[in-house]
């Protein structure tokens, strides 16, 4: 039988976190995989729910979050409608929200522990990426760390130092929804937080920190980030590989809203790729 459950937990600066699991219950203790998303994303992004049925019919417990500072509210969840929280966000907000979620499961609060083998493997999607392999070091005992289509560091948002300059002059820099075309400000706060907290947010060196394996999945044809991003990332762990999939873009296929029940072919690629990696870790230990 599926089970599904919704809850909201305290998150950081006084926001909450709001979350999803599903597991089925005939299938016995199951490792607890939690899905991080990225910029401008949330959990119930297009076919996200899709993905995470795909690995609960697997045997594999699916958690999702809304980090506390994703723009996205308890009361509104499919799509960004709090622009002061997008402002206001920050990368150590959103490490120490993973990390919170990952803390309220080994407590008991989530997944219940009848259906929980004590396993909990972390998935990061495009900047979601270098935020779990820094929950990963932080936390020190996950099993398993997967990045799809995952940037190689946060600081790829500030590589141009004309543009680093106008963010700093200016306060904030204005992001756009491609999809509904609003425009959201980020704070120059969120390159400061940064510089404050780069030994825990550096992927180089937080990849070299981790004590479990990564698998880094990417498309060929990402429109958004380069697939060399994943390879980079593999360098820098002490157990990486990189699966390409042909032709996949940044979201496999996906967009927001998805109103289908299938689920796109390279998002299913994306789902059998990463089961596979999964259960083939569980085999090794």
């Not at 803390?103 to 495009?126: F, K, M, T, V």
């Not at 999945?217 to 990486?240: L, N, R, T």
């Not at 296929?253 to 596979?276: F, K, Y």
Request: proline letters at 4%.
């Amino acid at each position: 039988m599926m089970m599904e459950e919704s809850k909201v937990i305290e998150g950081s600066a006084g926001r909450d976190i709001t979350l999803d699991f599903r597991y089925d219950t005939a299938l016995g203790k199951q490792p607890c995989i939690v899905f991080c998303h990225g910029i401008k994303g949330f959990k119930d992004w297009g076919i996200w729910n899709l993905l995470a049925d795909a690995f609960a019919r697997k045997g594999l417990a699916y958690l999702k979050l809304n980090y506390s500072h994703n723009g996205t509210r308890p009361d509104h969840m499919t799509d960004l409608v709090d622009a002061d929280a997008f402002a206001e966000n920050r990368h150590s907000y959103e490490l120490a929200d993973v990390c919170r979620v990952v803390d309220a499961q080994r407590a008991g609060n989530l997944i219940p522990h009848d259906h929980w083998s004590g396993e909990i493997y972390l998935i990061g999607h495009s900047r979601g990426g270098p935020i779990v392999i820094a929950a990963a070091a932080a936390l020190g005992d996950v099993d398993g760390v997967l990045c799809w289509a995952s940037v190689d560091k946060l600081s790829y948002a500030w590589r141009d130092p004309d543009k680093l300059k106008q963010w700093k002059e200016d306060g904030y820099f204005m992001v756009r929804n491609s999809r509904t075309g609003e425009e959201y400000p980020i704070r120059y706060s969120l390159y400061e937080d940064y510089l404050l907290h780069e030994s825990r947010l550096d992927t180089e060196q937080t990849a070299a920190e981790m004590n479990c394996p990564c698998l880094c999945v990417h498309g060929s044809g990402d429109e958004a980030v380069p697939a060399s991003s994943s390879q980079k990332i593999v360098e820098w762990c002490k157990d990486g590989e990189v699966a390409l999939i042909e032709g996949a873009g940044h979201t496999y296929g996906g967009r927001h809203p998805w109103t289908s029940t299938d689920i796109p072919a390279h998002a299913a690629q994306l789902a059998e790729l990463s089961i596979d990696w999964i259960e083939r870790q569980q085999l090794d230990k």
